[in-house]
T-cell receptor, first 113, second 113 residues
Framework: DQQVKQNSPSLSVQEGRISILNCDYTNSMFDYFLWYKKYPAEGPTFLISISSIKDKNEDGRFTVFLNKSAKHLSLHIVPSQPGDSAVYFCAASRQTSYDKVIFGPGTSLSVIP | EAQVTQNPRYLITVTGKKLTVTCSQN?????MSWYRQDPGLGLRQIYY???????DKGDVPEGYKVSRKEKRNFPLILESPSPNQTSLYFC????????????FGPGTRLTVT
């Protein structure tokens, strides 16, 4: 049973509009969340993270929102650019121990010029 | 240049023939990890290492071995590969633990026939 879910395998957005990628988790022990971006034939690269003591974290065009009660987080990209077209992975872990990192299955984002 | 390198990038082998995928990082990171990526399943952690001589199982460790004799190297060993280990493998490292951003290698595409 997947502990981290990304229920949209793919998403298409017009350039300049907002992209919203969603992630749900089942394990309430998770208290740290990260987003990674992956281009074809490359390894994933870190995008943004959030600790459970916060409900929002921003970095330029990227904002992650965390709703602990719903066990849900979302990544907002505003405005979306063609270079944002990639697979986005949500990941979850626990800060208090060296523990496993659980990744979601990914969402493929296409930004249409 | 700070990087994680993996070798080989592509490998086709036969069932039962032992192989090793090497991973090296030049950032003096404590934490290193191996993942496999499969369609619809995202990235699944195989093994991770908190420091030299300290390793632990991830989500899917069966059929794999690792060692961490030096800080910079973290090889992945398949003693008797089977077709269900055909996958895309990524090595990653981070400064200290899974809640720090992980730097990923370029990936190794393994096919076991």
């Amino acid at each position: 049973d997947q502990q981290v879910k990304q229920n949209s395998p793919s998403l298409s957005v017009q350039e300049g509009r907002i992209s919203i990628l969603n992630c749900d988790y089942t394990n309430s022990m998770f208290d740290y969340f990260l987003w990674y971006k992956k281009y074809p034939a490359e390894g994933p690269t870190f995008l943004i993270s959030i600790s459970s003591i916060k409900d929002k974290n921003e970095d330029g065009r990227f904002t992650v929102f965390l709703n602990k009660s719903a066990k849900h987080l979302s990544l907002h990209i505003v405005p979306s650019q063609p270079g944002d077209s990639a697979v986005y992975f949500c990941a979850a872990s626990r800060q208090t121990s060296y523990d496993k990192v659980i990744f979601g299955p990914g969402t493929s984002l296409s930004v249409i010029p | 240049e700070a990087q994680v390198t993996q070798n080989p990038r592509y490998l086709i082998t036969v069932t039962g023939k032992k192989l090793t995928v090497t991973c090296s990082q030049n950032m003096n990171h404590e934490y290193m990890s191996w993942y496999r990526q499969d369609p619809g399943l995202g990235l699944r952690q195989i093994y991770y290492s908190m420091n030299v001589e300290v390793t632990d199982k991830g989500d899917v460790p069966e059929g794999y071995k690792v060692s961490r004799k030096e800080k910079r190297n973290f090889p992945l060993i398949l003693e008797s590969p089977s077709p269900n280990q055909t996958s895309l493998y990524f090595c990653a490292s981070s400064l200290s633990g899974q809640t720090y951003e992980q730097y990923f290698g370029p990936g190794t595409r393994l096919t076991v026939t």
